[in-house]
């Protein structure tokens, strides 16, 4: 009998780094909770500002109002874009809604959304490769929206039409699958030869080296658990990515509650990640579910060091409530 077959005695726990947090979602979060303390509650966020239960939980106890759209925030209030991005009409509205903003998007977003600018005023076709209605897309679709056409993954890709076969590009949305998308890049430009690539890869520098890490650790797993909501792409591509590793087993949880411990017959390595908006303690959380099971053996498995950081949202430095007065409007709280 193999270890997959019955339970084993040797019991271990591989626990990817990098994991968790991000430079962009840590940048959104504090500035959500900067606003807070400076401005006091309330302040309203368009969208979940990171797509993680818990983090968006914490932040409503401190006195953030979630909204969908920004016509729901009154007028002359504070309204933070989310790390996802929005499009320009966005802006429009909340212009109109006499709203203060803060600007959380992610600037690898930024980077996305300005190369989406760039390429339609030299009348590129772009594909946009990502998920249809996923808030990051939305935000870079409406950059350019009559330039623009959405490839949601290699199957897509027969029911592309574009107006000039040698003046096109492709961008992505930043949080898929780094194998996912370069399959269909290769179907892309199976139809596309002369297809451009941007100037650097958009799928950013954190989801690639969760992925890596995954894989890594993915070959030695009989099951890995991913900790992460199920509305954040990123997690969810890192089940897939462990199972494409080898792993016997994936799962994603928001808790370590949600844990089956049926998940554990005849597993004798588990391991551990979390997409790039979940917080540690969740991790801990998890770690601390397995050790009570008898996986205490914790061994890191590192992918790459992470040392990028973002500034706060400029908007962190002014009186935004004074200017949301100033133009017509009156604040709450």
Known sequence: M????????????????????????????????????????????????????????????????????????????????????????VHEEAKRGKLATIDATCPLVTKVHKEAVRFANEDYDILLIGHEGHEEVIGTSGEAPDHITLVDGPGDVENVEVRDPDKVVWLSQTTLSVDETMETVDALKGRFPNLLSPPSDDICYATQNRQTAVKQMGAEADLVIVVGSKNSSNS??????????????????????????????????????????????????????????????????????????????????????????????????
Request: hydrophobic share 40%.
């Open 2 to 89: 193999t270890s997959r077959d019955t339970q084993p005695s040797a019991r271990k726990v591989l626990l990817a780094a990098p994991r968790g947090y991000c430079a962009g979602v840590d940048r959104a979060v504090i500035a959500v909770e900067k606003a807070l303390e400076q401005y006091g509650a309330p302040v309203y966020v368009r969208h979940e500002i990171v797509h993680n239960k818990y983090v968006v939980k914490t932040l409503e106890k401190k006195g953030a109002i979630f909204v969908d759209e920004t016509e729901e925030v009154p007028e002359g209030n504070i309204v933070i874009f989310s790390a996802h991005g929005v499009a320009p009409v």
């Open 236 to 333: 969810v591509r890192l089940v897939e990515v462990a199972l494409g590793a080898g792993a016997r087993d994936a799962h994603l949880v928001d808790y370590a509650e949600e844990i089956d411990e049926s998940w554990l017959e005849g597993v004798g390595t588990v391991g551990v990640t979390s997409g790039a908006s979940v917080p540690e303690i969740l991790v801990h959380g998890v770690l601390d579910w397995l050790a009570q099971r008898g996986y205490e053996d914790v061994e890191t498995v590192t992918a790459a060091q992470e040392s990028i950081a973002f500034s706060l949202p400029k908007e962190l430095r002014r009186d935004l409530r004074a200017e949301a007065r100033a133009a017509g409007g009156t604040t709450e709280g």
